[in-house]
């Protein structure tokens, strides 16, 4: 399993990829004050699925350039907008399968929420799939280097 070993370099990326989720989810809260979505919730449900729906790809595009811009210490990543883009579709299926995983836990036990050793767990599988999308993100990069080697 070479694709899952732990290197320095997939720390480094995987480190990045968290603390540019960190960042832009706070970011995001803040910005969701400002859009007035619990008010539109009622009367307009058309509006309030636009947005969230706008605002989780803007969110996965913020994710992918931050963890390129964390990754490569520059705050302007040139030349990687292909990658950038690749990680916020990776982000966008990624978050697909966990609401999916949580929708089917949620179905099966519906009170396994108010647990905090589950939500616990949550945690866990959520830096464990964030790991793995390191690890595809890592593999972009060696794909990368290989075509330009030969």
Request: net charge positive; aromatic share 20%; glycine share 4%.
């Amino acid at each position: 399993m070479v694709f899952l070993k732990l290197t320095k370099d997939k720390t480094k990326l995987f480190l990045a990829m968290v603390v540019a989720s960190f960042v832009v989810g706070v970011l995001s809260i803040l910005i969701n004050r400002f859009l007035i979505l619990n008010f539109y919730s009622n009367g307009q449900i058309i509006y309030h699925q636009l947005i969230n729906f706008l605002m989780s790809i803007i969110r996965y595009i913020s994710i992918a350039y931050l963890t390129i811009s964390f990754y490569k210490k520059k705050i302007s990543p040139q030349g990687e907008y292909y990658v950038i883009f690749k990680i916020a579709v990776l982000l966008a299926v990624f978050s697909f399968l966990y609401r999916l995983f949580l929708n089917y836990i949620g179905r099966q036990t519906p009170d396994i929420f108010f647990s905090n050793w589950v939500n616990a767990g949550f945690v866990v599988i959520n830096l464990a799939w964030y790991y793995l999308l390191a690890c595809i993100v890592y593999s972009f990069k060696e794909v990368k280097i290989i075509k330009h080697e030969k």
